[in-house]
């Protein structure tokens, strides 16, 4: 496993933006495929965007499709999540998680694929 240490959230209005950062302790961060994942009050974790350890594939919730952009420096252990065009509905707490792949190319989509997890940022958008 690798610790996670999210950073970035804050509150913003609608329309605005954010970026979020995850970034890793530990060795072969960039054998870690990544992902941001998202859960609202009273709701359920939700996927948001994924990417592989090469960073060649990535993979977004069709809820955020064309507003946020993930991508990763492997060089700093970090993970970025971009989010603009924001929403009131796009108020969470938000989490990075990380799992080692063997694929250059896979992207994990599931909160059950992932085995390191961090604390969560919350992010907060006013209407």
């Known amino acids: 496993q690798v610790q996670l240490v999210e950073s970035g959230g804050g509150l913003v209005q609608a329309g605005g933006s954010l970026r979020l950062s995850c970034t890793a302790s530990g060795r072969a961060f960039s054998m870690y495929a990544m992902g941001w994942f998202r859960q609202a009050p009273g709701k359920e974790r939700e996927f948001v965007a994924a990417?592989?350890?090469?960073?060649?594939?990535?993979y977004y919730a069709d809820s955020v499709k064309g507003r946020f952009t993930i991508s990763r420096d492997n060089a700093k252990n970090t993970v970025y999540l971009q989010m603009n065009s924001l929403k009131p509905e796009d108020t969470a707490v938000y989490y990075c998680?990380?799992?080692?792949?063997?694929?250059?190319?896979?992207?994990?989509?599931?909160?059950?694929?992932?085995?390191?997890w961090g604390q969560g940022t919350q992010v907060t958008v006013s209407s």
């Open positions: 990417i592989s350890w090469s960073g060649r594939s990535t």
């Open positions: 998680a990380a799992n080692i792949v063997l694929h250059a190319r896979v992207v994990l989509t599931e909160a059950g694929e992932y085995d390191s």
